[in-house]
């Protein structure tokens, strides 16, 4: 698909998993890696010539390949900012904003608790960094770009400068589009989690849950993944497959998933409310950030009952559908990254 639109992709050499590579110590996973994936990058960088690397938060051995290249860097974020912040709870808690002393001293106590860890990984970064020949911590983007709805962001008093919202990486990797379910009622788009830590079995609760015997009404709904989830038929009023989410949409009522930013995202931006089943990682955050801002509501752990009450709840309250298109509406917000490229080359060429 990237290649048909102009996009020259290639294997980021060193990524592959050795041997000697420890996968289960996430920081020893990421930190080791990355550095082998700078030293083979960089010499790549050089004789093609690049002006500037965007690079992946997660993946930082494109920031460190530009730093041993002396190209200037940029970080992108495909989420909101996850950077720690003096005036937030630790991300991941999904907690708001302590308030008053106590709320305050919760939020203190807590990062203090996360600092521990996020310590640890930093020494895990330096030792890595410190055998490529870059010592110290990473290097300081000359942007970072936050790649988020501004919905989905949290207001913090430290954010950092130049940088910028500049909305969603919303991609679709085929042209199919799905086939409509027939039958009455409004049309449900269930999107279960592609993250290994996401929620297991939630297609099959969610089909149990959007029955007309548990939702007391009927629903066409679209099954939306990448491989048949095991134990799952079609069904009157059930279609099933792997399509373009952004074109079924335009059409959906209701977005039941598993918290994930992309599809929060695309259901989001879409102005569609949503039903979320979130699992690990950074899906609790979200979750709960959709929950606070109204677009909808948060079911865990997955049960078909308390799914179905969700479900039903959304779709009977217009607020939530608002509140989606509100959160649709703050798009105009974001920044132009093009643009931002364009005036950090210009000021170095100048």
């Not at 330096?126 to 990473?138: M, S």
């Amino acid at each position: 698909m990237a290649g048909a639109r102009g996009i020259v992709v290639e294997e980021l050499p060193g990524l592959a998993a050795q041997a000697d590579d420890d996968d289960t110590d996430a920081g020893a996973k990421l930190s080791h890696r990355a550095a082998r994936i700078a030293t083979a990058l960089a010499p790549r960088l050089v004789e093609r010539r690049i002006d500037l690397v965007v690079s992946d938060v997660i993946t930082v051995g494109g920031a460190w390949a530009a730093e041993l290249a002396g190209i200037a860097w940029i970080e992108l974020s495909p989420h909101p900012l996850y950077l720690p912040s003096k005036g937030l709870p630790p991300i991941g808690a999904g907690l708001e904003p302590g308030t008053g002393p106590a709320g305050r001293l919760r939020d203190a106590m807590l990062r203090t608790a996360a600092r521990r860890s996020l310590r640890q990984g930093e020494r895990q970064r330096e030792r890595a960094r410190g055998g490529i020949g870059l010592h110290g911590r990473c290097g300081h983007p000359v942007a970072r770009f936050v790649a988020t709805l501004p919905a989905l962001e949290v207001r913090r008093p430290d954010w950092p400068a130049d940088t910028h919202l500049v909305g969603p990486l919303l991609w679709e990797p085929t042209d199919d589009v799905f086939e409509r379910p027939t039958g009455p009622g409004p049309l449900v788009l269930v999107a279960p989690s592609t993250a290994s830590t996401g929620a297991t079995d939630m297609a099959s609760v969610a089909l149990a849950a959007l029955s007309g015997e548990a939702l007391g009404m009927a629903v066409r709904v679209v099954v939306s993944a990448l491989e048949r989830p095991r134990g799952i038929t079609g069904a009157d009023g059930v279609v099933i497959g792997s399509a373009r989410q952004d074109e079924i949409l335009a059409e959906v009522d209701l977005v039941v998933c598993g918290a994930g930013h992309g599809m929060l995202a695309k259901a989001l931006a879409a102005g569609v409310p949503v039903v979320t089943v979130p699992g690990g990682g950074d899906q609790w955050e979200l979750a709960n950030r959709v929950r606070r801002q109204g677009s909808g509501l948060l079911v865990r752990p997955v049960e078909a009952g308390a799914l179905a009450s969700a479900v039903a709840t959304v779709l009977s309250d217009p607020g939530f559908g608002e509140a989606a298109r509100r959160a649709a509406a703050s798009s105009s917000a974001v920044v132009d990254p093009v643009r931002i490229v364009e005036g950090l080359l210009a000021a170095r060429d100048g």
